[in-house]
């Protein structure tokens, strides 16, 4: 995690594709480490609405599994 800024941006790019497909997938955990990066604009810019929107579908994933 703290790694994350110190990756080049080909490897930072990919590495948010993949975690922006976890809320998806039911990862929360990986997709909490990606809105934290957005909220705080750790290796990518700091999108505040992007991160309110992957934690609103994480809420809604995991409302639906109970």
């Known amino acids: ?3 994350f ?3 080049d941006k080909p490897e930072r ?6 975690l922006e497909k976890a ?8 997709a909490e480490k990606l809105i934290y ?8 810019d700091k999108n ?3 991160a309110d929107s992957l ?3 994480i809420n809604s994933f995991l409302e639906f599994q109970f």
């Open 37 to 44: 990066f957005y909220r705080h604009g750790i290796g990518i």
């Open 23 to 30: 809320p998806k997938a039911g990862d929360s955990f990986s």
């Open 1 to 3: 995690m703290e790694d």
């Open 48 to 50: 505040i609405s992007k």
């Open 13 to 18: 790019d990919f590495l948010c594709t993949v």
């Open 5 to 7: 800024g110190n990756l």
């Open 55 to 57: 934690e609103k579908a």
